[in-house]
């Protein structure tokens, strides 16, 4: 029986994913929970606060849901981790740690969501391999290469645990949390509700990026395959598009004709500048069939669809 934890549950991928996992696995089977209670909890909502890096109160918590399986999205992301790195090594390694050695522990599956952020200025801008250089510049990217270590480290003493690399992720139901890649969700609101946006990187800047119902396929395709299929333990590379960010503002204009998007760089240009293009992602679509379905065509129609519609609704 499926006993998940959802850490880190109303981030942008943890809104998406609880709704994702709940459908699959039954509501009553699947604990939410964030280091912060969010206001108005319904009675049946199982939310629990939790701060990862509390090993007590993560055991304590697991003990007594029974829990099987985390999915371990409790994380500062790119740009936070630069304005705050104490807390970002913090948080991003010893709370893994904390949930590795659960795991180790309690025998359970774990998920971790790495990021193309573990590759750095040397690392093959095109076509990225899926092993090669890996110098990140960032806090954040530091922790994601010294996670993936983590991983490879407790799947050696027997955890399943599988990660993903994670590129940007594009969606519209929960806001970013503080990344590099926020200018591709960003300028989807703003284009809606005001008919411009100030884009914080270069127009020519290009990422690779993923729809958010992409992103939930993958993390569940990942997490049912076979275990005889996973043959990257740290991490693997995975992506859909890549686009810069004057080719999304094109996109939207076929929608929004009147929209326009300036350009203003600050200090997350460089973070940009140090990831890679274009990821190689052939490992998981050969090792456990992995396929991305939304184009960037298809993405745009699809969130100017959704966000139209629920700015609609809200009366704006
Ligand atoms: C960030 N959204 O920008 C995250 C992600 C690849 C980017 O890791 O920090």
């Given at each position: 029986?499926?006993?998940?934890?959802?850490?880190?549950?109303?981030?942008?991928?943890?809104?998406?994913?609880?709704?994702?996992?709940?459908?699959?696995?039954?509501?009553?089977?699947?604990?939410?929970?964030?280091?912060?209670?969010?206001?108005?909890?319904?009675?049946?909502?199982?939310?629990?606060?939790?701060?990862?890096?509390?090993?007590?109160?993560?055991?304590?918590?697991?003990?007594?849901?029974?829990?099987?399986?985390?999915?371990?999205?409790?994380?500062v992301?790119?740009?936070?981790?630069?304005?705050?790195?104490?807390?970002?090594?913090?948080?991003?390694?010893?709370?893994?740690?904390?949930?590795?050695?659960?795991?180790?522990?309690?025998?359970?599956?774990?998920?971790?969501?790495?990021?193309?952020?573990?590759?750095?200025?040397?690392?093959?801008?095109?076509?990225?391999?899926?092993?090669?250089?890996?110098?990140?510049?960032?806090?954040?990217?530091?922790t994601?290469?010294?996670?993936?270590?983590?991983?490879?480290?407790?799947?050696?003493?027997?955890?399943?645990?599988?990660?993903?690399?994670?590129p940007?992720?594009?969606?519209?139901?929960?806001?970013?949390?503080?990344?590099?890649?926020?200018?591709?969700?960003?300028?989807?609101?703003?284009?809606?509700?005001?008919?411009?946006?100030?884009?914080?990187?270069?127009?020519?800047?290009?990422?690779?990026?993923?729809?958010?119902?992409?992103?939930?396929?993958?993390?569940?395709?990942?997490?049912?395959?076979?275990?005889?299929?996973?043959?990257?333990?740290?991490?693997?590379?995975?992506?859909?598009?890549s686009?810069?960010?004057?080719?999304?503002?094109?996109?939207?204009?076929?929608?929004?004709?009147?929209?326009?998007?300036?350009?203003?760089?600050?200090?997350?240009q460089?973070?940009?500048?140090?990831?890679?293009?274009?990821?190689?992602?052939?490992?998981?679509?050969?090792?456990?069939?992995?396929?991305?379905?939304?184009?960037?065509?298809?993405?745009?129609?699809?969130?100017?669809?959704?966000?139209?519609?629920?700015?609609?609704k809200?009366?704006?």
């Amino acid at each position: 029986m499926n006993k998940i934890l959802v850490t880190g549950a109303r981030g942008q991928i943890g809104s998406d994913l609880v709704s994702a996992l709940r459908e699959h696995y039954g509501a009553t089977n699947v604990i939410e929970s964030g280091w912060r209670a969010p206001p108005h909890l319904s009675e049946s909502q199982l939310f629990e606060s939790l701060d990862v890096t509390d090993q007590r109160q993560l055991y304590k918590l697991i003990e007594y849901h029974q829990i099987d399986t985390i999915y371990h999205l409790a994380g500062v992301l790119s740009a936070k981790g630069e304005q705050h790195p104490e807390r970002c090594w913090n948080v991003n390694v010893n709370g893994l740690r904390n949930v590795l050695e659960a795991a180790k522990c309690f025998g359970i599956q774990v998920f971790f969501p790495s990021s193309i952020a573990v590759f750095g200025p040397h690392s093959p801008k095109l076509d990225t391999p899926q092993v090669t250089v890996e110098d990140p510049t960032t806090m954040y990217g530091i922790t994601k290469v010294t996670g993936e270590l983590l991983c490879q480290y407790y799947a050696q003493q027997g955890v399943d645990v599988r990660s993903l690399r994670l590129p940007g992720i594009i969606s519209y139901s929960a806001p970013p949390g503080g990344g590099t890649t926020d200018f591709a969700v960003e300028m989807f609101h703003a284009a809606v509700q005001f008919g411009t946006y100030t884009c914080f990187v270069r127009p020519e800047t290009r990422l690779p990026m993923m729809y958010m119902p992409d992103a939930i396929r993958a993390i569940l395709g990942l997490m049912q395959a076979a275990p005889t299929a996973i043959t990257i333990r740290s991490s693997y590379n995975i992506t859909a598009v890549s686009f810069s960010a004057a080719e999304l503002a094109a996109e939207i204009q076929k929608h929004l004709p009147d929209f326009v998007c300036h350009y203003k760089p600050d200090f997350r240009q460089a973070i940009a500048d140090s990831w890679p293009s274009v990821i190689d992602d052939s490992r998981a679509r050969a090792d456990w069939g992995w396929k991305h379905k939304y184009n960037l065509a298809a993405i745009v129609e699809e969130m100017i669809g959704e966000i139209g519609f629920r700015s609609q609704k809200a009366g704006n």
